[in-house]
């Protein structure tokens, strides 16, 4: 029974919690004897608290009235987010020992649908990279092959999904950190519409709108229902969007969906071998169900669209940072990405910002054009396989060498650059058995759209149900 409890969708348990078929207190055993059994091999979930005081929580929810749809589910919450009580350190040795006084407002919103967390996933120092290693927590291995990365920055929170060891997670996405890591270890990952989950207010809420937190799930009813939880105004911050009911709008007819492919921007991309094949064989589950596929030749200057992300993307890294990297003795625990960042940053002119949002601002008129021809668009979700944990990054693809950290992620920026909405799917396994993923997005503001198309897709090859990791 524990494992077929691990198993479950949230949204079967909230409904079995609700039936009162199934206590809290059931779930939360089976997930403590899950984490117990598998998180060693994988390293998802960290700084967890006692046992028993999970278990009291949870039997204190047993008899409790339901507070929300994850109403005594337990959660891991992405160590990027300050959790009230529980340690979390943004993998930062500067932070190693922090443990916050309050929750961070998307904490707080779980917390109050009912979520009982049970401790952080892990990530990148700073969320930086797409692989999801610290010298606080050390490195999350990839469930289906322990030898390789999990991705990142929500590495964690894809793995501890992957594993069983938790039914929902959130995480969050400047780059592609709720796509990659979903691609990397097959489940789904979520980046919505700029402004649709908030931001707390603190530090830049005007300039700094290319990050986003986000629900990452097995299923797309579930992540659909973590974004209801997620989402929503909070009046201190602008660019602000209302909630909707995702998870009550996830029907749709794909027969005349008209889906545009836009591959490797027309060869500019480079990919390793087999997996804009494996999308394409994606692509082919929407054409059964009577959806027109078409290829769409690239529709924006790739390296113009690179200047502006890596030149707004270092801007706003300095502007958090740069005070911190100026103490001598903060300075030596700061990893060489996130050094390398801030200086960058730092030489940023005004002109050349200025320049920077101008491309963004044109690619983002460019794509909504698109948008009047297309009802979604397609493309991979990562440029490479999921490779060795003991790569920092990947230095070449095919032989073309990256010239900085984050080159080799390089096809998921057109998305984040304009805010856009964007859901992972899982498209199967390449030939040594490793997961990968490919990327449907939206105009913006079209969510709950993008969503619905996921979920035909889902109930149509349901990926992390047909190929569980054996640990």
């Not at 990530?123 to 999350?140: A, K």
């Not at 979903?182 to 707390?200: Q, T």
């Not at 100026?326 to 960058?344: G, H, T, Y």
Request: charged share 20%; hydrophobic share 45%; proline share 7%.
């Amino acid at each position: 029974m524990m494992d077929d409890l691990c198993a479950l969708s949230a949204s079967t348990l909230s409904r079995l919690i609700a039936a009162r078929e199934v206590k809290p207190s059931e779930v939360m055993a089976a997930t403590l004897a899950r984490v117990a059994a598998v998180n060693g091999a994988v390293n998802a979930i960290v700084s967890m608290p006692d046992e028993a005081v999970l278990m009291d929580r949870a039997r204190a929810a047993d008899d409790a009235a339901p507070a929300g749809w994850l109403h005594g589910i337990p959660l891991a919450v992405k160590d990027l987010v300050a959790v009230k009580g529980i340690r979390t350190t943004w993998g930062s040795p500067i932070f190693a020992d922090h443990v916050p006084m309050a929750d961070d407002l998307l904490a707080a919103r779980m917390r109050a649908a009912g979520a009982i967390f049970i401790g952080k996933t892990n990530t990148p120092e700073w969320g930086h990279g797409s692989h999801s290693f610290n010298p606080v927590h050390g490195v999350t291995r990839n469930p289906y092959d322990r030898t390789r990365t999990a991705g990142g920055s929500s590495g964690g929170a894809a793995a501890a999904l992957a594993c069983r060891m938790v039914a929902v997670a959130d995480g969050s996405d400047m780059m592609g950190s709720l796509r990659n890591p979903a691609a990397f270890c097959n489940v789904y990952g979520f980046r919505p519409s700029y402004g649709l989950v908030p931001a707390d207010a603190v530090g830049d809420t005007f300039l700094a709108t290319m990050a986003t937190e986000g629900p990452m799930a097995r299923t797309v009813e579930d992540v659909a229902r973590l974004l209801q939880v997620q989402a929503g105004v909070n009046p201190e911050v602008p660019f602000g969007r209302e909630a909707e009911p995702f998870g009550d709008r996830l029907a749709v007819e794909m027969r005349g969906k008209r889906i545009g492919w836009l591959g490797d921007w027309g060869g500019v991309y480079p990919f390793e071998p087999g997996i804009v094949e494996l999308c394409e064989a994606g692509l082919r589950v929407f054409e059964e169900m009577g959806a027109v596929v078409e290829p769409v030749a690239p529709p924006f200057p790739a390296e113009k669209l690179w200047y502006a992300w890596t030149t707004i993307r270092a801007m706003l890294n300095a502007g958090d940072k740069q005070a911190m990297a100026a103490d001598p003795a903060k300075r030596v625990l700061i990893k060489p990405e996130s050094l390398w960042e801030i200086e960058q940053g730092s030489k940023v002119t005004a002109a050349e910002f200025h320049a920077a949002s101008v491309i963004r601002s044109r690619w983002y008129a460019r794509v909504a054009k698109l948008f009047g021809e297309f009802d979604a668009l397609v493309m991979p979700s990562a440029q490479v396989w999921p490779f060795p944990v003991e790569w920092r990054w990947p230095e070449a693809i095919n032989g073309r060498a990256m010239d900085t950290y984050h080159r080799w992620m390089e096809v998921v920026i057109p998305v984040s650059l304009a805010g856009l909405p964007s859901l992972n799917l899982p498209v199967g396994f390449g030939a040594q058995g490793l997961p990968m993923g490919m990327q449907i997005f939206g105009p913006y503001g079209a969510d709950a759209r993008v969503l619905a198309m996921g979920q035909q897709y889902h109930l149509a090859t349901d990926w992390p149900g047909r190929r569980v990791p054996v640990l």
